[in-house]
């Protein structure tokens, strides 16, 4: 890990089984839509994020008939659920009592000293942790008046306050996080929230929106702040299926090194003029069926086979278009070639190989006679391309030029 990975130390604590803080991995979070009194439907999701690298799901307690379903869903979920309270405290001691893992309490909206205290006192005798969840848009309405609007100040503060409320009772086993919808304001909120304590942070950009715009925010905002050392668990709030924002989420670790890969890593070259084939439509069909097949790999495809070998050499597995035909190489090493009709077809075989018997073994087996056609294939592109960086023109262009300016003095 890079020094500017390293991670800021924070005090840890256990949501169900899943440690947050102080060294421990940083953990993906998502959200369940369904209502939670459909206990079957809200299982469905949770388990659905779950697979898609949820640590920790969150479900809403918004009603009696919740708090009654958060009982049944607890103990037959695969992860720890954390209830989501809003305005009315009480839900909060009946979501302790269904048996939840975690509880979020926002300060914009759950204002009352002596309530919180409560809900702290309870949660403490269950151990189990408090998110002070402040947001932006439900600033404590106090609070904006005295900042005039929605600040990093004053989200910060808004979460210090709830802080004293509960270590007043001696409730210490928090999170925080304080969510802003735009990105600069979210990251320094968070910054100098780190600064001030040094309780775990559950990072996120709130509100961020559909899909693709959500995403970049999110990446953006969560991206640069874990690689400042910041941040203990995270969630994408996409307005999309939730799967999308636990696939992200685990995803966006696993990139940054932050989390071992456990599922497929497709890069593709961007394609250009020198393609051979449909690079865009290649590489859409074999991340959809190279994920289907659930191997975790690297894999690259490559538009040309003049670069795309060379370019993509750190590749578990990758394959390149000649003229006609696919080159699939492991580790930039040309192992078999196929024709272009098969290339998806072979990739996915020889994954499913590369995975089972390993590196070496693949190579031995390598078709000796792979290597020799991808050179011809280069040579081939290359004489009727061009090579990529018109050598032999340029070379002549300067001689002309320095030959003319020899004559003119
Ligand atoms: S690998 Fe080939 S087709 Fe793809 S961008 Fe590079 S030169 Fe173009």
Redesign the pocket.
């Known amino acids: 890990m890079s020094p500017a990975m390293e991670r800021k130390s924070t005090r840890q604590i256990n949501v169900g089984s899943v440690a947050v803080g102080g060294g421990a991995p940083v953990s993906v979070q998502s959200m369940t839509i369904t209502k939670t009194a459909d206990v079957d439907g809200t299982l469905a999701q949770v388990y659905a994020l779950a697979g898609a690298g949820a640590d920790i799901v969150r479900i809403t307690c918004n009603d009696v008939a919740a708090a009654q379903g958060l009982a049944e869903i607890v103990p037959r979920s695969p992860v720890p659920i954390v209830a989501d309270i809003h305005f009315q405290y009480k839900l909060a001691l009946a979501a302790l009592e269904a048996g939840v893992h975690g509880l979020r309490l926002n300060p914009g909206n759950i204002r009352n000293e002596q309530h919180i205290k409560t809900v702290a006192r309870a949660a403490g005798e269950r151990g189990v942790p408090i998110r002070v969840g402040v947001n932006a848009g439900s600033l404590d309405k106090e609070l904006l008046e005295k900042y005039g609007a929605p600040l990093p100040e004053a989200l910060v503060e808004s979460a210090l306050r709830e802080i004293r409320y509960l270590e007043d009772v001696d409730f210490t086993d928090i999170k925080i996080s304080v969510k802003h919808s735009d990105v600069p304001s979210m990251i320094d909120s968070y910054r100098l929230l780190s600064e001030r304590v040094d309780y775990p942070l559950h990072l996120g950009v709130t509100e961020a929106g559909p899909l693709p715009g959500g995403l970049i925010k999110s990446v953006a905002g969560i991206g640069t702040l874990l690689m400042e050392g910041i941040g203990d668990t995270i969630r994408f709030s996409l307005t999309a299926d939730p799967v999308e924002e636990a696939k992200a989420g685990r995803q966006l670790l696993e990139y940054l090194g932050l989390r071992e890969r456990r599922g497929l890593d497709l890069i593709a070259?961007?394609?250009?003029g020198?393609?051979e084939v449909d690079?865009i439509g290649i590489a859409a069909e074999a991340q959809e069926r190279l994920e289907a097949a659930n191997l975790p790999i690297q894999v690259a495809v490559?538009?040309?086979v003049?670069?795309?070998p060379g370019?993509a050499r750190e590749a578990d597995i990758g394959i390149?278009a000649g003229r006609g035909k696919g080159h699939l190489f492991i580790k930039g090493q040309v192992v078999r070639v196929v024709p272009e009709t098969d290339m998806v077809e072979a990739l996915l075989e020889e994954a499913r190989r590369l995975v089972e018997e390993g590196v070496d073994a693949r190579l031995a087996a390598a078709d000796s006679a792979a290597a020799a056609d991808a050179a011809a294939s280069a040579a081939e592109l290359l004489e009727i391309q061009g090579d990529?960086n018109e050598a032999t023109a340029r070379r002549a262009s300067v001689a002309r030029i320095a030959r003319e300016g020899r004559s003119g003095s």
Do not use: D, L, Q, Y
């Not at 070259?269 to 250009?272: A, I, Q, V, Y």
């Open positions: 070259c961007p394609s250009c020198r393609a690079v490559m538009g040309c003049v670069n795309g370019e390149a990529v």
